[in-house]
């Protein structure tokens, strides 16, 4: 029983990045018995991750019960937008205010990270990275209800750069948040404003593109690919339980 709870996150995590990193296409079914046996995993835990992906709106539940890839319209996409956009200032202000040293180092480190991937990994892999370091500066802001919230929007706007958005090199981000990363250093919170909201526009821009035909791929290869990724981290975390 003490491995149940690492499997669920471990099935969630395969995935959500899979979604995340464009390789389930929005459309995409997920058959529950499919999923449970390529993430080797009981249908009950592929539907509780199934559960978490469709509150965070990566996924939608399906007419006849079997969930597919959700496909959020332009409409939609725009009020994702929007509501990032403001809560994301918001994250700004927080972590002015509560700046240390230690969240530079952070930040810094999950930078080195963005810059290794871009040399070494196809973009939607940077793509994640780069989404992931908002999710950790709303981590710094140290509201855990904003935290949470944001990493939703977050993920729901690589959902629509997979649907709409186009490629791009992902050095002009590792730069936007470099600059961010200088002006909390100094406190400056205008400065800093102003470069959350040229980055977030520029985002915007991307993901608004015209829609990309869907890759035809067995689920289960896609899926192969992200088990063992995403088993390493519920390990770990059992390590350090």
Same mark, same amino acid.
């Given at each position: ?22 390789? =389930? ?5 997920? !058959? ?8 080797? +995993? &009981? /249908? ?48 700004v202000r927080l972590v002015i205010a509560r700046w240390t040293p230690a969240m530079g180092a952070a930040l810094e ?11 070494t990994q196809p973009p939607p892999v940077c793509a994640r990275l780069a989404g992931e370091f908002h999710i950790r =500066? ?5 509201? !855990? ?8 929007? +977050? &993920? /729901? ?85």
């Amino acid at each position: 029983m003490k491995d149940e709870p690492s499997k669920s996150e471990a099935a969630y995590l395969a995935i959500k990045h899979a979604v995340i990193e464009q390789a =389930l296409t929005p459309g995409t079914k997920l !058959p529950e018995d499919m999923l449970a046996t390529h993430l080797h +995993v &009981s /249908r009950t835990l592929v539907r509780e991750a199934l559960s978490r992906l469709i509150s965070e709106g990566l996924v939608e539940a399906g007419r006849k019960r079997t969930a597919t890839v959700a496909q959020p319209s332009r409409a939609e996409a725009q009020n994702v937008f929007e509501a990032r956009a403001c809560m994301e200032r918001e994250v700004v202000r927080l972590v002015i205010a509560r700046w240390t040293p230690a969240m530079g180092a952070a930040l810094e480190g999950h930078v080195r990270s963005e810059e290794e991937a871009a040399r070494t990994q196809p973009p939607p892999v940077c793509a994640r990275l780069a989404g992931e370091f908002h999710i950790r =500066l709303a981590h710094l802001a140290g509201n !855990p209800v904003i935290e949470r919230y944001l990493s939703e929007l +977050v &993920s /729901r706007c690589s959902l629509i750069l997979a649907i709409y958005g186009n490629t791009h090199s992902p050095q002009c981000g590792i730069d936007e948040h470099k600059a961010l990363i200088e002006a909390f250093r100094r406190g400056d919170a205008r400065t800093a404003l102003r470069l959350m909201d040229a980055h977030l526009h520029s985002v915007q821009e991307r993901a608004l593109m015209p829609e990309k035909k869907p890759v035809d791929e067995d689920l289960g290869s896609i899926l192969g690919r992200y088990v063992a990724g995403a088993a390493a981290p519920a390990r770990r975390g059992r390590r350090s339980a």
